[in-house]
């Protein structure tokens, strides 16, 4: 688990009224909390960009990500998350963001029973010469249900 996303889930975990000694045990165990309540991250890495794409379904359904690295360096960029449900895009949507390194906020949905929802990633970037956004790395979240 990177720093970022640790630090993020201790402090989710945290607001959520979780003990210290509650904490402790599922960092000493090694498992994301992520996993431990449905859904997770997975990390995908391509020219340089290293992007974590996460799902979660406490009490609703959340997604995020975490821009860890960028590839192309000095070239426009812009990147967007969203939530799909039962294999249907739904409404809930980061919007296009700038590439900024670091976690991007949470997107929220009400969660539906034996539903699976996941995230999705899309990052794009303006090439050399050209004029038109195109997509260096997508990916998915783990599967919540």
Same mark, same amino acid.
């Given at each position: 688990?990177?720093?970022l996303?640790?630090?993020?889930v201790?402090?989710?975990a945290l607001?959520?009224?979780? *003990?210290?000694?509650?904490?402790?045990?599922?960092l000493?165990?090694g498992?994301?909390?992520?996993?431990?309540?449905?859904?997770?991250?997975?990390?995908y890495?391509?020219?340089g960009?290293?992007? @974590?794409?996460?799902?979660s379904?406490r009490?609703q359904v959340?997604?995020?990500?975490y821009?860890?690295?960028?590839?192309n360096?000095?070239?426009?960029?812009?990147?967007r998350?969203?939530? #799909?449900e039962?294999?249907?895009? *739904?409404t809930t949507?980061?919007?296009?963001?700038?590439?900024t390194? @670091?976690h991007?906020?949470?997107i929220?949905r009400?969660?539906?029973p034996?539903?699976? #929802?996941?995230?999705?990633v899309?990052v794009q970037?303006?090439?050399s @010469?050209?004029?038109t956004y195109? *997509?260096v790395?997508?990916?998915?979240?783990?599967v919540t *249900?």
């Open positions: 688990m990177n720093s996303r640790g630090r993020a201790l402090l989710r607001a959520g009224g979780v *003990t210290a000694a509650a904490i402790s045990a599922v000493v165990a498992a994301p909390a992520a996993t431990a309540a449905g859904g997770g991250c997975n990390d890495i391509h020219s960009w290293n992007v @974590g794409v996460c799902s379904d009490v959340s997604g995020d990500i821009l860890n690295s960028r590839g360096p000095g070239r426009p960029c812009r990147v998350y969203r939530m #799909y039962g294999g249907v895009v *739904t949507s980061s919007g296009w963001r700038a590439c390194l @670091g991007h906020p949470q929220h009400a969660k539906l034996g539903v699976r #929802y996941w995230t999705r899309e970037v303006i090439h @010469g050209e004029s195109q *997509t790395l997508s990916g998915n979240s783990k *249900t």
